[in-house]
Nanobody, 124 residues
């Protein structure tokens, strides 16, 4: 099992920035991916971005355009989501998720372990 702990959420004004962190512990795999998802009230959980063990990345361009960036610090076993130019519609609980194996899927069901989430609220 992989344990994930998110942090860095909070309240920010539109146009502001936040950096979310996802710290991983426990059993890890040589081939894996870490994804960021978000869920707004009354909506389904949706894909935001993902990063593979080899450094490849993918984003949901429709929702985050070029405002978000995913990165990692291997020494800290931590994956980050830098969010810039935040909009009120970015308000949601943000979750990180871990999957073992290759690929960068965007489906919730493809990920094996989940964090508890961190709230991001963007005021207008």
């Amino acid at each position: 099992q992989v344990q994930l702990v998110e942090s860095g959420g909070g309240l920010v004004q539109a146009g502001g920035s936040l950096r979310l962190s996802c710290a991983a512990s426990g059993r890890t795999f040589s081939s894996y991916a870490v994804g960021w998802f978000r869920q707004a009230p009354g909506k389904e959980r949706e894909f935001v971005a993902a990063l593979s063990w080899s450094g490849g990345s993918t984003y949901d361009v429709r929702s985050v355009e070029e405002r978000f960036s995913i990165s990692r610090d291997n020494a800290k076993n931590t994956v980050y989501l830098q969010m810039n130019s935040l909009k009120p519609e970015d308000t949601a609980i943000y979750y990180c998720a871990y999957r073992w194996g290759n690929g960068l899927p965007q489906a919730v069901r493809e990920y094996h372990n989940w964090g508890q989430g961190t709230q991001v609220t963007v005021s207008s």
